[in-house]
C-alpha cells in the first residue's frame, strides 16, 4: 500500500516538475485518495497474509482474488489522478485576455462582420463553459472539459485570426462517430447561437450531408456574410485518395483553399484517416477524434464511447493531458505523416506518441436519429439515381465553340432563389470544365479546329 501511495506522489510530482507549479490537493481529491486505498476486500486479504495464524491458509483462489482486487485498485487510481489533474490543470486555467480581446475586436472593427455577438456571455462560456446540455428530447449529453476547452478556443481562432475549422471523426463501422459527431455539432451550435454568432435555426437536413455533392451545393449557395455554418459530411468516402480526379472531389478542395475566410465549421466522418488525402489532413484538419471500441469478454459484447482525440496545433506546440508534455507541431505532423503514407499503417490506428487526450461518451445523440434516418435514406436513394455526365474533348469542343454566353439564354429568373442557385452553378460549372480547359490547352483547340475543317470540305 505504500508502494502505491509513492508511486501517485512521484507522479503528482512529475506532473508539478512538467507543469512548473505547486499542487496542492483539495479536502475532496484527499478523501478520493482515501477512499480508494480503504477498500474492504483488499484491506482483508492483506491482513490475511500479515497475520501468523492465518498467513498458511492463503490459497491461490485468495491470490486470484488479491490480484484482482490490486487491478482494479490501479485502474480506479489512474481515473482519479486524470481527473485530478485535469481539474488543477483548469484551475490555473486558459482563460483567454478578455480586455485585450475586446480592444482587439474594436480595432478590427469585428462588430461590423458580427453584428449581433454577445462579448459578456463569450467570456461566461471560457470561464464557466457548460459541461451538460439537453438534446431534443431532454436527454442530457455530458461533454468532456478539455474537449469543450479546445473546441472554444478553435472558435475564438476564427474570430481573431479569421480561420476555419475542420474536424475529422474515423472509427469502425458501428464505432459511434455519426453519434458522437452529433454531440459535438450540437455543442458547437449551443455555443454559436448563445453568443449572437448565427441565428439560423438547428435544421439537421441543412447540417447533416450524405453526399459530397449535397454539400457542395449548400456551400455555393451560401451568401458572403453567413458565418459560422455547420456541415457534417456522413461517411465521406467520396474523398478517398483514389477519387482525387473526380470532380466533386477537386471541387472540395478548391473550396477548402478559396474560401477559408467564410469561417465554416466542418466535419467529416470517416472509417479510417488514410482514406484522405493526406496533404489535406496535415495541412487543413485541426481536429481529429478517433472512435475506438474494446470487447467485453465476460458479457460477449462490445464496448463503445472511446474517444482518441488528436490535435494539429496552429501554434508551434499544444500540451498533452494524456502525455502529460508539450509536444510540438513537427513530432504531431511527421508521426501522423509516417503512418498514412502507408495505407495498411494507417488501418492500424494513429500513432500514440502525440495522443493528447482520451475521452468517454455515451450513446445520446445530438438530434432526432428517426428524422436523421429517414433523411439520410432519401439522400442515398436521390445518389443511387443521379449518375455522372461525362464528356467527351470534341464534346467539350464544340460547347467551348458554340454555346452562347449564360447571360444570353434567357432560362434563368434571377429574382427567384432556385433559378439564381442554378445559374451560379451552371456557370462555375462551364468555366471550371470547358472554357479553363481549352484556353490553359490551346493544341486542343487547333487539334479540333483542323477536324473541324476536313469535315466542313468533305
Not at 464496448?303 to 501554434?315: C, D, E, S, V
Not at 445520446?364 to 461525362?390: A, C, P, Q
Request: net charge neutral; proline share 2%.
Amino acid at each position: 500500500m505504500n508502494e502505491i501511495l509513492a508511486k501517485i506522489d512521484q507522479e503528482i510530482s512529475d506532473y508539478e516538475k512538467e507543469e512548473s507549479v505547486d499542487i496542492n490537493l483539495e479536502q475532496k481529491n484527499v478523501e478520493k485518495i482515501k477512499h480508494l486505498i480503504s477498500n474492504t476486500e483488499l484491506k482483508t486479504i492483506i491482513e490475511k497474509i500479515h497475520d501468523p495464524l492465518t498467513y498458511q491458509d492463503f490459497t491461490y483462489s485468495n491470490l486470484i482474488d488479491f490480484a484482482d482486487q490490486i487491478k482494479q485498485l490501479d485502474e480506479q487510481i489512474q481515473i482519479a489522478k486524470e481527473e485530478i489533474e485535469l481539474e488543477e490543470f483548469y484551475k490555473r486555467g486558459e482563460v483567454l485576455d478578455f480586455d485585450k480581446l475586446r480592444k482587439l475586436f474594436k480595432d478590427r472593427r469585428l462588430k461590423t462582420k458580427f453584428p449581433k455577438f454577445d462579448f459578456e456571455k463569450y467570456e461566461s462560456w471560457f470561464k464557466n463553459p457548460k459541461l451538460e446540455l439537453p438534446n431534443f428530447s431532454g436527454e442530457i449529453i455530458s461533454y468532456d472539459r478539455f474537449l469543450v476547452k479546445k473546441l472554444l478556443i478553435g472558435v475564438n481562432q476564427m474570430i481573431f485570426s479569421e480561420m476555419d475549422l475542420y474536424i475529422n471523426n474515423v472509427g469502425k463501422e458501428g464505432s459511434g462517430k455519426s453519434c458522437f459527431s452529433s454531440q459535438v455539432l450540437l455543442y458547437l451550435y449551443t455555443f454559436l447561437y448563445d453568443v449572437g454568432l448565427i441565428d439560423y435555426e438547428y435544421d439537421i437536413k441543412k447540417m447533416f450531408f450524405s453526399s459530397l455533392r449535397s454539400m457542395l451545393e449548400a456551400q455555393e449557395s451560401q451568401e458572403e456574410n453567413d458565418y459560422f455554418r455547420l456541415m457534417v459530411l456522413d461517411e465521406a468516402y467520396e474523398l478517398n485518395r483514389q477519387n482525387f480526379r473526380e470532380e466533386s472531389s477537386k471541387e472540395y478542395k478548391d473550396d477548402m483553399r478559396s474560401s477559408r475566410k467564410m469561417l465554416r465549421i466542418v466535419i467529416l466522418n470517416l472509417p479510417q484517416l488514410g482514406e484522405l488525402e493526406t496533404a489535406i489532413t496535415l495541412t487543413r484538419v485541426n481536429f481529429i477524434f478517433y472512435a475506438d471500441m474494446d470487447s467485453m469478454p465476460k458479457l460477449g459484447i462490445v464496448r463503445k464511447g472511446l474517444i482518441n482525440m488528436y490535435i494539429i496545433p496552429r501554434g508551434k506546440k499544444i500540451y498533452s493531458p494524456f502525455q502529460r508534455r508539450n509536444i510540438s507541431d513537427e513530432e504531431i505532423v511527421n508521426s501522423i505523416n509516417k503512418t498514412l503514407k502507408d495505407k495498411n499503417d494507417a488501418y492500424k490506428g494513429l500513432p500514440k506518441n502525440v495522443l493528447i487526450s482520451k475521452l468517454n461518451f455515451i450513446n445520446v445523440w445530438g438530434f432526432d436519429k428517426e428524422i436523421y434516418d429517414k433523411y439520410i435514406k432519401l439522400e442515398n436513394k436521390k445518389k443511387r439515381m443521379n449518375g455522372t455526365i461525362r464528356l467527351s474533348d470534341y464534346v467539350g469542343y464544340i460547347m467551348f465553340k458554340k454555346l452562347p454566353a449564360i447571360k444570353n439564354w434567357n432560362s434563368f429568373d434571377m429574382k427567384d432563389k432556385k433559378d439564381k442557385r442554378m445559374y451560379f452553378t451552371i456557370q462555375k460549372w462551364l468555366r471550371t470544365n470547358i472554357t479553363n480547359r481549352y484556353i490553359m490547352n490551346p493544341e486542343l483547340i487547333t487539334k479540333y479546329d483542323l477536324l473541324y475543317q476536313s469535315e466542313s470540305k468533305e
